[in-house]
Structure formats: C-alpha cells, structure tokens
C-alpha cells in the first residue's frame, strides 16, 4: 500500500499537480495521531493522494467527503482511490465547491482547505458553520510562495494574495479560534476551535 502512494504522489508531481507537501502532512498527520478525526471534509480532491493520506488517521468507520470540480481529476481520484480499497472511506463530492459547500449539513471534525485560493474567505465561513466543536480547520498554501508576507502587491496573483490575506485575518481576529500560521512548505494556517 505503501508503494501504491507513492506511485500516486509520483504521478502527480509529473503532472504538476500541486498535491500536498511532505513537510506540511507530516505537520497535519502529527496532530491527527493525537486526536484522531470521526470525519473530516476536504476542499480540493485532486488526484486523492491528501484524502488517502489522511485516511490513515481516521477513528473506526470514520469518513472523509472531498470536492472536486476538475473532471479529469476526478477520473483520476476515483480509479487512486478504489486502489486503494477506500471507496467506502473517501467520498468524492462533485463540481464547484463554492455551489456545494452551502447545501451541506453535516458537521466535521477536520476540515481542510485546499482549493482557489480566491474563494479562501468564503471556503472559512462555510467551515466554520460545518465545524464540530473542538474542530480543526487546516489551510495550505497560506503563505503563498512568500507573496503573502511581502509587500509585493503588483503580482498577477494579487486577488489571492489579498484573500489570502483576509484569510489571515478573519482565523487570527476570530475570538472562537486559536490559529498558528506555519512556513512549512508553502505555509499552513492552523485554526482550533477554542
Ligand atoms: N488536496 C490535494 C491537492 C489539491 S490541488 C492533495 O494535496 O493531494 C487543488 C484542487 O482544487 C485542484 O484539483 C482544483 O481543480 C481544485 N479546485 C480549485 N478550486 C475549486 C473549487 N472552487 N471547487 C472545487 N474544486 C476546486
Ligand atoms: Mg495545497
């Protein structure tokens, strides 16, 4: 099974799908040892490689649901994840993530985002609406190569770069929130539930 991950996380690197970090699951992973997930809501399948890797952590019967809008990629998850045998585990949801998120209510233990990073703003309140009490929500990509803590505003990236700085803003002035912001690969905000 071991091997089958990696060809999974080889594949997507020679595709130049930006799959999860080594430095930033081993992050993530640390935390869900200690307190392991019922269930956990992922934002941005790709190829499945971050679902897989969490499902390792998941309590007895846990469950993750991961949404995905890119076709191709989906193919490509469920055929990962059936070779996985975690098709009863690992639940791809659909289409747009932004239409999605409003129609679900469910609560989750962790929930990780992982998509546009336009829309991160949006994707943390739909979150924290969908947030167990005592949750988790990881966000990757935070730091954003360095653009974020930069003063450099002129890239064409500017729209994420600003809503990732909101993002910022809204976990770190959240009274309900205790959030760390790590440079570990291309940075992780990490919000408890207080
Ligand atoms: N979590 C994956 C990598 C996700 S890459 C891993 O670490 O293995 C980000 C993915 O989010 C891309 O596949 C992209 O198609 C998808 N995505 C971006 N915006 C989205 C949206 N609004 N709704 C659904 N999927 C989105
Ligand atoms: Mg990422």
Redesign the pocket.
């Known amino acids: 099974m071991e091997d089958r991950i990696d060809f999974i996380k080889q594949k997507?690197i020679e595709e130049h799908?930006?799959?999860?970090m080594d430095d930033t699951l081993e992050v993530i992973s640390q935390i869900l040892q200690k307190n392991p997930p019922k269930n956990i809501l992922?934002?941005?399948?790709?190829?499945?490689?971050?679902?897989i890797c969490f499902s390792k952590f998941l309590q007895a019967g846990g469950k993750i649901d991961t949404?995905?809008?890119?076709k191709e990629?989906i193919e490509t998850a469920k055929i990962n994840i059936k070779e996985m045998g975690l098709e009863n585990t690992i639940n791809i949801v659909e289409?747009?993530?932004?239409e999605?998120l409003p129609n679900i209510n469910k609560q989750y233990d962790m929930i990780?985002i992982?998509?546009?990073k336009g829309?991160y703003p949006f994707f943390l309140k739909e979150a924290l609406r969908l947030l167990n009490t005592n949750g988790i929500i990881f966000a990757?990509n935070i730091l954003y190569k360095g653009y974020v803590m930069s003063d450099y505003n002129k890239h064409k990236q500017r729209t994420a770069v600003r809503n990732l700085r909101e993002y910022i803003k809204q976990v770190t002035e959240n009274p309900n929130l205790k959030t760390e912001i790590l440079e570990v690969g291309d940075g992780l905000a990490i919000s408890k539930f207080n």
């Not at 289409?95 to 932004?98: E, K, S, T």
Request: aromatic share 6%; glycine share 10%.
């Open positions: 997507a799908i930006p799959i999860i992922e934002i941005g399948t790709a190829t499945g490689y971050s679902a949404i995905e809008r890119d990629r289409g747009d993530a932004v999605i990780f992982d998509a546009a829309k990757d």
